[in-house]
């Protein structure tokens, strides 16, 4: 399969040393790499626009997703872990889409230790959850927008999604949030 240009744009631009969120905390358990900082509250989506569609990266504390961020200690958690992973893995309520662009997910994916067989095993301190999703359009040219609206309804605990985007027009960054859930270009 061809990477697409923009594709292999963003992920030029995304290695850059300019791109890592620093913090004001001397927390060093905060760190995670390149990433930058674990801040609560905040999730991070790198947005690729290809020629055919949509390539989505996310990264956001699993506190905010879930309400804690340890392995599951009661059944109530882990079905909550499980709820998690189906909506990120089919998240169509929680990104919108232009419907002009005829878009369709193609592939979702989430990853965190909470999501291991024996997440006691694996899942401790300040622990993430990433998720990747494909979207395929059949009218790539009418997706100029995405709408975060469904996410911040479904995790009320993530006060913001700091985006950085490569798109047909350029590259640009936002910052989202449940009273501005949209980002155009």
Same mark, same amino acid.
Do not use: W, Y
């Given at each position: 399969m061809r990477l697409p240009l923009l594709t292999l744009c963003l992920a030029a631009a995304l290695a850059q040393p300019a791109f890592a969120q620093g913090t004001d905390s001397d927390h060093d358990e905060h760190e995670h790499g390149a990433l930058g900082a674990h801040v609560h509250g905040e999730s991070h989506l790198d947005l690729a626009q290809t020629e055919t569609g949509l390539e989505l990266q996310w990264r956001s504390p699993a506190a905010d997703l879930l309400g804690f961020e340890h392995a599951p200690r009661n059944q109530q958690e882990e079905d909550a872990v499980a709820a998690l992973r189906q909506s990120l893995e089919n998240p169509q309520a929680l990104v919108q889409l232009p419907a002009a662009a005829d878009c369709r997910l193609t592939?979702? !994916?989430?990853? !965190?230790?909470?999501?291991?067989?024996?997440? %006691?095993? !694996?899942? %401790?301190?300040h622990l993430d959850v990433d998720a990747s999703m494909s979207f395929s359009c059949s009218k790539p040219g009418a997706l100029a927008s995405l709408d975060l609206s469904g996410w911040f309804a479904r995790f009320p605990n993530s006060h913001s999604v700091e985006v950085q985007a490569i798109v047909a027009s350029g590259q640009q960054g936002a910052e989202l949030t449940a009273k501005q859930p949209q980002l155009k270009w």
């Open positions: 592939a979702a !994916s989430a990853i !965190s230790p909470l999501f291991a067989k024996d997440a %006691s095993a !694996s899942a %401790s301190g």
